[in-house]
């Protein structure tokens, strides 16, 4: 399943003083947050250079994603417990995560793809998606717990 794709983003209204990479700058904050705290997919672990990229920051989460995945954003990026956060806080029907990087990132500039792709804006989103993260997981936490009293009786 795909998610998301930088190419979606640089037609129609996409600002023409911009490259093309700014259409996944948004797509790349998630992702490489994703990686980060543990949730890459197989193929992703497969490719530590990568993931020791962006520990060490040697290159801006868009190069990262974009040299990693094609600009794409799919299933494949994530492991099991990635994909249930993505459907639930990234994917367009009903996630809120466009919504929480607009907000935080792109007040007072003329859109969310002129949001500079550099560790300093990875800095102020992540706190955002950790904490959605963790109401992810408590959701999933209760979710279980309810699910396990129902079977006792």
Sequence with gaps: MKYDDASWHYGGDFPEDLP???GGTHIAMFVVWCWLKGLAGEEILEEPDFLEAARNRTSSPGAIFF???????????LNEEGNAFARAYYYHDGGTYVQDYDKTLAKGLPSLY??????????????????????????????????WNSSKH
């Design 67 to 77: 040299r990693t995945s094609d600009e794409k954003f799919a299933d494949i990026d």
């Design 114 to 147: 002129h949001v500079p792709d550099n560790w300093e804006t990875f800095d102020k989103l992540a706190p955002i998606v950790a904490r959605r993260f963790k109401a992810f997981q408590n959701r999933q936490k209760n979710w279980f717990q309810r699910l």
């Design 20 to 22: 093309p990479e700014a």
